[in-house]
């Protein structure tokens, strides 16, 4: 517990820690005791960088039950159609969810405009949020010696030209970041790129575990200040100690991936993903406890990672 404690201060120094939530989107308090609700939002982009394309390339929901034995990554596709409200000068309208965002100004403003169109569009107030720079990240899988990647379908990079055939195989930081950016000419399209994102943190996680980073001291110094300077972080008023601390015994292998359900649609000539069904009931399990019920029942939108 003293160790823990020592290397949750370390890492909190190296830690940005902004507002990103929306006062609407955030919970009114944050019991670590009953379920958790974070919202984690990738791009190539930390707060304050400027330019034309700033959309978010990774929109995850993090739904952790009470008592933290198990986690559900919950991908919000990136081309959902949204209301999105008004913000930094947007009149608000119809979207693909990624804009907000861009239409937020990236960084901490685009991820607050992000949050309240999630909230708006399905009721969840988060306990907490994470703004991740995927740039950054390939620092930290090439400290933890890669991670183990499984290919199900051979898939040519758009990005580099790098073909990644089928099989289990061992990928560096940027190999693994180019594999998991991939949704042309793969069959499930983009909903097989929400699977490879959530199984590459999964990966992520047993490559640490492998790492024995508490018998090196100087590596794990190493990748806690690479992670540190590839999050920006709103922890909801909770001590990063504290949360660091409640989720000690989730397991990688507790991890599920959840696909909203949805399906593409072309309208006006442009290709978004619309809800089925308002999402057949996925945002309503996820506001109380009944996630693992959910789940259960609808195992098409479900995977183990």
């Not at 986690?71 to 907000?100: C, E, H, M, Q, T």
């Not at 949704?183 to 790492?211: C, E, F, I, K």
């Not at 308002?278 to 479900?302: I, K, S, Y």
Request: proline share 6%; with cysteine.
């Amino acid at each position: 517990m003293v160790g823990l404690r020592t290397l949750s201060n370390r890492y909190d120094r190296t830690v940005t820690k902004e507002q990103l939530l929306d006062a609407g989107a955030r919970a009114s308090r944050t019991d670590l005791d009953g379920p958790l609700n974070y919202l984690l939002v990738g791009s190539d982009r930390r707060p304050g960088d400027s330019g034309n394309d700033q959309r978010s390339d990774t929109i995850l929901i993090v739904h952790v039950p009470a008592g933290q034995r198990e986690a559900y990554l919950v991908s919000i596709p990136r081309d959902l159609l949204v209301a999105i409200p008004p913000g930094n000068g947007f009149a608000g309208g119809p979207d693909k969810i990624n804009a907000a965002y861009e239409h937020g100004g990236g960084g901490e403003g685009g991820t607050r405009l992000l949050s309240t169109t999630l909230t708006r569009l399905t009721g969840i107030r988060f306990d907490g949020a994470a703004l991740i720079d995927f740039s950054g990240f390939r620092k930290v899988i090439d400290l933890l010696g890669g991670v183990r990647m499984c290919v199900d379908t051979e898939v040519r990079s758009i990005h580099t030209n790098r073909v990644f055939p089928t099989g289990c195989q061992q990928m560096d930081g940027a190999q693994a970041l180019d594999y998991v950016r991939q949704r042309y000419d793969l069959p499930g399209g983009d909903y097989d790129r929400q699977h490879h994102q959530q199984q590459l943190l999964r990966a992520m996680l047993d490559s640490a575990g492998r790492a024995d980073l508490r018998s090196n001291p100087i590596k794990l110094d190493q990748v806690l200040r690479a992670v540190g300077g590839s999050l920006t972080v709103d922890t909801n008023g909770v001590p990063l100690e504290d949360l660091l601390l409640a989720l000690r015994a989730l397991p990688p292998d507790g991890m599920h991936g959840v696909q909203v359900p949805s399906s593409p649609q072309t309208i006006d000539e442009v290709s978004y993903v619309v809800l089925d069904n308002g999402g057949n009931g996925l945002f309503e399990a996820v506001r109380g406890t009944r996630v693992p019920a959910w789940a259960q029942a609808n195992p098409r939108w479900v995977s183990r990672l």
